[in-house]
C-alpha cells in the first residue's frame, strides 16, 4: 500500500488504483488535502492491513474490512494510529494533517476496496 501525493482536480480528494494480481494499492491524495508528513506512517498502517488480507478472484458483496479514517486532535506525538478488529480498521489521524473531505473519501474508498479480499486466516 502507497500513499503517493498528486496534483489532482478541485472536485477529485484521491485516485485509487489497485493491482490486485500484485496484491497492490496506491492512492494518490491530493497534495493540498494531504500533509507530506502523513506518507509514511500512512504506507505503513496500509501495508499492514494488506498483510491480514488476501485478495480473491471475483469482489465479494462485503468488505473484508471496514474502514474508518477519522480526523482526531489526541494522538499526542503521534501523526497516524491504527486500531484493527476483527471486522474493521479505525484509522485515526492528526486533524491538522488531513481534510475532512479527504479522510471521508478514503474511508469510504478502503472499504470498497476490501472486497476484492478476504481475511487471511492463521
Excluded: W
Amino acid at each position: 500500500m502507497e500513499f503517493r501525493r498528486a496534483q489532482l482536480l478541485h472536485s477529485c480528494p484521491a485516485v485509487i488504483h489497485h493491482a490486485l494480481q500484485a496484491n497492490r494499492i496506491i492512492a494518490y491524495v491530493d497534495e493540498r488535502q494531504f500533509a507530506p508528513e502523513l506518507t509514511i506512517p500512512m504506507d505503513e498502517i496500509g501495508t499492514a492491513t494488506l498483510e491480514l488480507l488476501q485478495p480473491v478472484e471475483d469482489a465479494r458483496p462485503m468488505p473484508a474490512l471496514r474502514v474508518r479514517i477519522r480526523r482526531s486532535g489526541e494522538l499526542g506525538r503521534e501523526l497516524a494510529v491504527a486500531e484493527f478488529a476483527t471486522e474493521e480498521i479505525t484509522v485515526a489521524v492528526d486533524k491538522t494533517l488531513i481534510t475532512e473531505e479527504l479522510a471521508a473519501f478514503l474511508g469510504d474508498a478502503g472499504t470498497a476496496v476490501t472486497r476484492a479480499f478476504v481475511r487471511r486466516t492463521m
